[in-house]
């Protein structure tokens, strides 16, 4: 055997190369990577749209808020019904649809008949798209490859997001500036394309069994959230996380008024404050990933949260750029560890006929408590600056540290389990 065998051979045996292995997933997550720079992208344009337009914290939040709150609204049926379909065939089709709606945007910004109210009109149709799309991508993973393979899966996954989210800005960042918006989300909208012909080249390798046949969507949307609020772990794992989401995940949201306002930069300083958060989420997923296992991950999950907090004090407490990238950059390596350490836990511990219903939950806290924190800290910071209200929400995510803290032992051993993330 040559050595470019072995090395291959030993590549999928370890970490990431166990979920690659398997040629379905592996046009997955190759496809859906494209399309992630693309979002970054496009999130990166609407933002900066925003605030040029605006000049306002308030409006950052309401655009932000405009995307997240069909997921608020339709997060539990999403998940019912992630629970009960093909979920391929409903990516295929919310795909196809979030394409059209991009590319009706890119054609309104490039002829310059975009305002505030049709942007935010538009997060809004981004955010009925995604209160479907995510709860099925988040729970796709269990359908291509085998359980034992899960881990690695769900780590590459958040390799690739957070490599997006690296590059995806500092492209956007400088498209922006010498081309203007219309041509970045034009080239979101190719990279939309690339992940809708990818869906088209999988299947399903795998089926869990699926929502209690005879039942109602309504009652197995309250069935869903019944199994959350009553689960020991999940249900306070998940309460930590929203607090999180809302109070530390959400300054990113608030980055065109800080790029412009607290560091008096441009388009290519938002791009590198975004990229920086992506750049230290990357070494935050391979940390994970070679961690290695499931043992500890709820200490992890509290201890990063604690560290992030720390730092979201140390960036809103500065005015000196370089000091806001590096804050900026190590607070994503810890974010980047948080979510996905107790994403793991969770996928870990649930029935997988609830995985859609209580994924799609995960997906709320994820997505939709930034949003909620943006529009809150934006508007707080109408009278107070963007500063103060990054620094009260690092101080509410401590708060809730202390009042979790004595029940960690307990957690960890419900969370945890028997199962392991070991490399082989």
Not at 80 to 104: E, K, N, Y
Not at 275 to 292: D, E, M, N, P
Request: net charge positive; charged share 10%.
């Amino acid at each position: 055997m040559s050595l470019i065998n072995r090395v291959s051979d030993k590549f999928f045996q370890m970490g990431i190369g166990r979920s690659l292995r398997h040629a379905h997933y592996r046009v997955y997550s190759l496809t859906n990577f494209v399309a992630m720079i693309g979002t970054w992208q496009q999130r990166i344009a609407i933002g900066w749209l925003a605030w040029e337009m605006t000049e306002s914290g308030f409006w950052l939040g309401v655009v932000a808020m405009s995307e997240s709150l069909p997921l608020i609204l339709l997060v539990t049926i999403a998940g019912a019904v992630a629970d009960r379909v093909d979920r391929l065939r409903l990516l295929q089709a919310l795909q196809m649809v979030q394409v059209g709606i991009a590319a009706v945007l890119t054609l309104l910004t490039v002829f310059g008949y975009i305002n505030i109210y049709l942007l935010s009109f538009f997060s809004f149709g981004f955010g009925l798209i995604q209160a479907f799309h995510l709860p099925v991508r988040m729970t796709i993973a269990p359908n291509l490859v085998p359980r034992e393979d899960l881990t690695p899966a769900i780590g590459l996954n958040a390799a690739l997001f957070n490599t997006s989210r690296f590059v995806g800005p500092i492209i956007a960042g400088v498209t922006i500036a010498q081309f203007g918006a219309g041509v970045t989300l034009a080239l979101c909208v190719a990279a939309m394309l690339v992940f809708t012909v990818g869906l088209r080249m999988i299947e399903l390798v795998h089926h869990e069994r699926s929502s209690t046949k005879g039942s109602g969507l309504i009652e197995e949307m309250i069935a869903g959230v019944r199994y959350v609020g009553t689960h020991s772990s999940i249900g306070p794992l998940l309460l930590l996380i929203m607090t999180s989401a809302i109070f530390s995940r959400s300054f990113m949201d608030l980055f065109p008024g800080f790029a412009d306002q607290v560091f008096g930069q441009g388009p290519e300083g938002l791009g590198i404050l975004f990229s920086a958060v992506g750049g230290g989420g990357i070494f935050g997923a391979f940390w994970l990933i070679h961690y290695g296992k499931t043992s500890g991950l709820t200490k992890v999950s509290l201890g990063t949260l604690f560290m992030t907090s720390i730092l979201l004090i140390i960036f809103s407490a500065t005015k000196l750029f370089w000091v806001g990238v590096v804050s900026a950059a190590l607070a994503g390596t810890f974010l980047a560890i948080t979510a996905n350490s107790s994403q793991i836990l969770i996928q870990n511990t649930v029935d997988g006929s609830m995985r859609g219903r209580v994924m799609s939950l995960y997906s709320l806290t994820y997505r939709a408590g930034p949003a909620m924190g943006a529009l809150l800290m934006g508007g707080i910071s109408t009278w107070t600056g963007l500063q103060v209200p990054v620094a009260g929400g690092a101080i509410i995510c401590l708060i809730a540290l202390a009042i979790i803290a004595p029940h960690r032992k307990r957690l960890a051993s419900e969370l945890e389990g028997t199962s392991s993330l070991s490399k082989s």
